[in-house]
């Protein structure tokens, strides 16, 4: 049972336009939720979270939005660099567990 | 600030083979820990946590076993490797202490032949 998805397998997007990663989730106990970003060979590094008493959190050119009614959070990266070319990784935990619950991985490719 | 180290970085052993991955953090006390793994071209699974010493929690029937033998260290074992047990191992640490956030070693890419 896949609690946390991300559809998109892979994007690709070109240099200085939006990426838009999705994310759904089933878990309606899911309260906090996290994107992290990996590259190939390295562990992942935590990128942005959100609570769920939230809609949008923002730290530089990373935003996240979350969309409760519709179990969505979503990544939005603006302007897009070379360097954000990896595999993000959502997550989502809720309160009392000291688990997350990872999505499967969307590679992004940023086109110079 | 904290750190987390993981080793070996890379690891090929034969079928039937033991294994053993250690991590340690530091720069921090009690954290709780955690083991991964990713398959190629697949997410994050979770193997193993510990919200203490000698306290382990397994996520998934498997032939892998964790440790725990003191606070800020965290061993993966097998007695005896299969071929599906490849993959790349990842060991986290959290603060546990109302936080979410998970932080990754740099982890161990294993091959078994």
């Known amino acids: 049972d896949q609690q946390v998805k991300q559809n998109s397998p892979s994007l690709s997007v070109q240099e200085g336009r939006i990426s838009i990663l999705n994310c759904d989730y089933t878990n309606s106990m899911f309260d906090y939720f996290l994107w992290y970003k990996k590259y190939p060979a390295e562990g992942p590094t935590f990128l942005i979270s959100i609570s769920s008493i939230k809609d949008k959190n923002e730290d530089g050119r990373f935003t996240v939005f979350l969309n409760k009614s519709a179990k969505h959070l979503s990544l939005h990266i603006v302007p897009s660099q070379p360097g954000d070319s990896a595999v993000y990784f959502c997550?989502?935990?809720?309160?009392?567990?000291?688990?997350?619950?990872f999505g499967t991985g969307t590679r992004l490719t940023i086109i110079p | 600030s904290q750190t987390i180290h993981q080793w070996p970085a890379t690891l090929v052993q034969p079928v039937g083979s033991p294994l053993s991955l250690e991590c340690t953090v530091e720069g921090t006390s009690n954290p709780n820990l955690y083991w991964y793994r990713q398959a190629a071209g697949r997410g994050l699974q979770l193997l193993f946590y510990s919200v203490g010493i000698g306290q382990i929690s397994s996520e998934v029937p498997q032939n892998l076993s964790a440790s725990r033998p003191q606070d800020r260290q965290f061993i993966l074992s097998s007695k005896k490797l299969l071929l599906s047990d490849s993959g790349f191992y990842l060991c986290?640490?959290?603060?546990?202490?109302?936080?979410?956030?998970?932080?990754f070693g740099p982890g161990t890419r294993l091959t078994v032949t």
């Open positions: 986290a640490w959290s603060p546990g202490t109302a936080t979410y956030e998970q932080y």
């Open positions: 997550a989502a935990s809720h309160f009392g567990n000291e688990k997350l619950t």
